[in-house]
């Protein structure tokens, strides 16, 4: 499997594997909160919920979800933070 280039580099990362809802998306909002805007975070997970839960945070909290990989576990997320 190739890993997409995308995802290379990110200024934040963030483990979330063995994490069970609501958890992940939490720790993702705690994260985010210390990050300047513009930087990325590279979350991964493997709680099948995040498929749903992190791409709805990013619009409602008016970040980017720049790339993700949610066809199998562990899921990868690359969110860029807004304002």
């Not at 975070?41 to 990989?69: K, W």
């Amino acid at each position: 499997m190739q890993m997409s280039s995308e995802f290379e580099n990110p200024d934040h990362f963030l483990d979330a594997e063995g994490l069970r809802c609501p958890e992940p998306v939490m720790m993702v909002r705690k994260t985010i909160r210390n990050m300047a805007e513009g930087e990325t975070l590279l979350v991964t997970a493997d709680d099948p919920s995040t498929t749903r839960d992190i791409p709805s945070f990013c619009r409602f909290m008016d970040h980017t979800l720049v790339a993700h990989e949610s066809g199998t576990s562990p899921f990868r997320y690359l969110i860029k933070k807004g304002l």
